[in-house]
């Protein structure tokens, strides 16, 4: 036997969604910011660093930047490629 839910059960399910959305906005936020870029971007350069001391690479912090530009520049152009997928799927004519 099921029972109807009552109008203050429905107003604190609707508060939980409230709360979970707002949660996964701030998570979406921080997903997509140029802060959390930045900070993986030196984080990456760090490691890379360390990798080329063990490795006894020549000129390690030189030779760092590559791979962590390259890392920053790839999430600055995966929106705007994703944009540009998502435009030409959306414009292909149904079979």
């Not at 870029?37 to 660093?49: A, D, G, N, P, R």
């Not at 705007?80 to 292909?92: C, G, H, I, R």
């Amino acid at each position: 036997m099921t029972t109807t839910p009552n109008l203050e059960q429905i107003q604190r399910d609707i508060e939980e969604i409230k709360k979970r959305n707002e949660r996964v906005e701030a998570d979406k936020a921080w997903e997509t910011s140029f802060a959390r870029k930045i900070i993986i971007s030196l984080l990456t350069y760090i490691v890379i660093v360390i990798f080329f001391f063990v490795a006894e690479l020549p000129d390690p912090f030189a030779n760092a930047i590559v791979p962590a530009v390259a890392f920053l520049l790839s999430t600055l152009t995966v929106s705007s490629l994703k944009k540009w997928w998502l435009n030409k799927q959306t414009k292909k004519p149904q079979d």
